[in-house]
């Protein structure tokens, strides 16, 4: 079993202040959990760093190099 990641760890992976990465937490966008009493210390899980970027990844329209941007600027 992996180690989940600080606040501070998971902000040197994602290259992020750790106030992004509360940001994100807070907004459920970066799966996490709370252990502790009250509101306890934020642990994230490593696999939840790659599911994030996995969703922000956009795929190109074009599956060669050199395709649509330098069509374009042809014209």
Not at 28 to 52: F, M, N, S, T, W
Request: positive net charge; proline residues 7%; aromatic residues 6%.
């Amino acid at each position: 079993m992996t180690p989940s990641l600080t606040v501070k760890e998971a902000a040197t992976c994602l290259r992020l202040s750790p106030a992004a990465v509360y940001g994100l937490c807070a907004a459920k966008l970066l799966r996490h959990q709370r252990v502790g009493v009250g509101r306890g210390k934020i642990l994230i899980p490593p696999d939840a760093i790659d599911e994030y970027l996995a969703r922000g990844t956009v795929r190109s329209a074009e599956s060669h190099p050199g395709g649509f941007l330098f069509s374009a600027a042809r014209k």
